[in-house]
């Protein structure tokens, strides 16, 4: 299975990311471990909603949206209390 996930930060209120990987748990302790460049500053982080694929290149498809302009306001308005 592949995952793709959004991220909040404990630190930095409304910093947010999404990702995609192939095993949640490791991941998700990489970033909370400082161990991803680019979710070092803002950790420790909190793991708010994540959707699972059986094809990779669908997470991937599905984390590229979420990315977008229209994919960060779907997902606040889906998460709408988780983000606050």
Same mark, same amino acid.
């Given at each position: 299975?592949?995952y ?10 409304? !910093?947010l ?7 949640? +748990?490791? +991941? ?8 991803s ?11 708010v ?6 094809a990779?290149a669908d997470?991937? +498809? +599905?984390? !590229? ?15 709408k209390?988780?983000l606050?």
């Amino acid at each position: 299975m592949f995952y793709v996930y959004l991220l909040k930060s404990k630190v930095k209120e409304g !910093q947010l990311y999404v990702g995609y990987s192939g095993n949640l +748990r490791n +991941r998700f302790a990489e970033h909370n471990a400082l161990k991803s460049a680019a979710t070092k500053p803002y950790a420790p982080w909190e793991l708010v909603f994540y959707e699972s694929y059986k094809a990779m290149a669908d997470a991937m +498809r +599905r984390e !590229q949206y979420f990315k977008t302009t229209k994919g960060r306001k779907a997902l606040k308005i889906m998460l709408k209390e988780s983000l606050l």
